[in-house]
């Protein structure tokens, strides 16, 4: 019984938190061991790991100092009551799954014991040792852990319209609790015409989502039989379809086989939203702009560094977080460490390679703990799960060098269903119950067994 009413609150606050996500107010107060409200803005704290952002990399990592420390050596910063497994969104904007199996509410996945700062960072000052909250907390330090995601910029795309207009404009993207749902409104609406998908000029996290939803909208026009009254574009900055060539391959097989029309170099920088219109410009030759109407359009939108860590001491040129790319540790501050979006770290962002790398922070850490140099190495270790029909998926695994890395000794560049149901029902349970709680550090280790110790 204590179960059932666990999960019908959980329902209940899902609910109530998913219909003020819209306006980004959304304060629901829950009851945990861990939870902190608001603070005093004289109020101040110390803890021996602080960990900053409560997505992906935030809370898996607490998890793991807290095994290391005790849980009241460790706090989290994190304002959103929600936490989101971000991956199965992909499926959500094509209707496969329902946008309420995406979240579940931050208390029930801070470590218990473990302390929640229910508060934006606003401010990281390194050389102090300390971080400034929103509500004017400062929490002080001995070793900092950076996981506070990237950012995404919709505002940059000119005229593109208030969400709250998205349906009636035909516009989804998969990209953000707020709009998620509109992808799929747009596909169910869609009558004939264009069905135009974006891939921004700028880095990405899972830079393979943008076209899965291409490929599911061609499966679900297929099925609904209005294919052949639709014309699907791809339009994408990056010169290649895919990074890695061995994937990028078989992606143009599918795409040549499927005529699906895909153009390179291309940045969406315009939405005429009333005309139904969207603006490319070639990268190739800035100033020229191609014009495509639309009956649905997917945005990507353009993405950057987390403005707190930009604006600190902590981030490299481009305001990302600068972190030695084998022990992620701070390059110039060594009780400051990185994972996940926020770094430089020169992967592909994922929530794979937040597992692989939070297995190597762990053991980093470890040895700084002990006063010794860290020796572990991420190898760049991230994975993609190409979601090319309802049922069939290319699981890419690479590393820094852009060679796969595959876990399974087949050849995963291969649509696969067993590889769709590893996405869709064994992935969202490894999230949950072995990512989040630190238990899963990716899967070096049964690659080796599955290739005999070969790799
Ligand atoms: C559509 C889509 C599909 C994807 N598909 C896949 C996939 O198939 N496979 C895969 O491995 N990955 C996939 N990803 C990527 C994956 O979700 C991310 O790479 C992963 O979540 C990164 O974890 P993170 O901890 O770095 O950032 P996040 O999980 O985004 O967490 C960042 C956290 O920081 C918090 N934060 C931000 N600013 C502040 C602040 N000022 N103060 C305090 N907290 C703050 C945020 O609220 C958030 O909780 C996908 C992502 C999307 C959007």
Redesign the pocket.
Same mark, same amino acid.
């Given at each position: 019984m204590a179960t059932v009413r666990v999960v019908h609150r959980q329902r209940a606050l899902w609910r109530q938190c998913h219909r003020t996500a819209a306006i980004g107010i959304c304060h629901l107060h829950t009851t945990t061991t861990s939870s902190s409200s608001s603070h005093a803005s004289s109020s101040k704290e110390h803890y021996k790991v602080l960990v %900053?952002? !409560?997505?992906?990399?935030?809370i898996t990592m607490s998890a793991r100092m807290k095994r290391k420390l005790g849980a009241e050596n460790v706090a989290i910063?994190? &304002? $959103?009551e929600m936490?989101y497994y971000?991956?199965i969104? #992909?499926l959500v904007g094509a209707g496969a799954k329902g946008v309420a199996s995406s979240g579940r509410p931050t208390a029930s996945v801070v470590p218990s014991g473990v302390k929640w700062v229910r508060d934006?960072?606003q401010e990281i000052n390194p050389d102090t040792n300390t971080v400034r909250t929103g509500n004017g907390m400062e929490i002080s330090y001995q070793y900092l852990i950076v *996981? %506070?995601?990237l950012q995404l910029h919709y505002e940059k795309i000119k005229g593109l319209p208030e969400i709250e207009d998205w349906v009636k404009f035909k516009i989804g993207s /998969?990209?953000s609790v707020q709009t998620v749902e509109k992808t799929w409104s747009a596909l169910q609406n869609f009558k004939e015409g264009n069905a135009v998908f974006s891939f921004p000029n700028t880095p990405v996290? +899972?830079a393979?989502?943008p076209q899965k939803i291409m490929y599911l909208t061609d499966a679900y026009l297929r099925k609904t039989g209005k294919r052949a009254k639709a014309n699907i574009v791809y339009n994408t900055s990056l010169p290649v379809l895919f990074g890695v060539k061995k994937y990028a391959d078989a992606l143009w097989e599918i795409v040549k086989s499927r005529d699906i029309q895909v153009n390179l170099r291309q940045n969406l920088i315009e939405v005429r939203a009333d005309k139904q219109e969207a603006v490319f410009e070639n990268l190739d030759n800035p100033g020229e702009t191609k014009v495509f109407e639309y009956e649905m359009l997917h945005v990507t939108p353009p993405m950057g560094p /987390?403005p707190?860590v930009k604006g600190s001491l902590l981030a490299d040129e481009a305001g990302w977080l600068d972190v030695n790319k084998e022990t992620l540790q701070h390059n110039k501050y060594p009780n400051v460490f990185g994972? !996940?979006? +926020?770094t430089n770290l020169p992967t592909s962002? #994922? @929530? *794979? @390679?937040?597992a692989a790398q939070s297995s190597i922070l762990d053991r980093t850490i470890s040895k700084v703990l002990k006063n010794e140099k860290p020796d572990s190495k991420y190898d760049g270790y991230t $994975? +993609? &799960?190409l979601v090319t029909n309802y049922n069939a998926v290319i699981l890419a695994e690479f590393d820094y060098s852009g060679q796969p890395l595959e876990t399974f000794p087949i050849d995963q560049s291969k649509e696969r269903w067993t590889m769709y149901h590893m996405?869709a029902d064994v992935m969202p349970h490894l999230y949950w119950h072995g990512l989040l709680k630190g238990f899963w550090g990716g899967p070096g280790p049964y690659r080796k067994i599955m290739h005999l110790g070969m790799k």
């Open positions: %900053l952002g !409560g997505g992906s990399g935030g910063v994190e &304002p $959103s936490h971000q991956p969104w #992909t934006k960072v *996981a %506070l995601g /998969n990209y996290k +899972c393979g989502a /987390n707190e994972i !996940g979006d +926020c962002k #994922t @929530a *794979a @390679a937040v $994975s +993609c &799960p996405k």
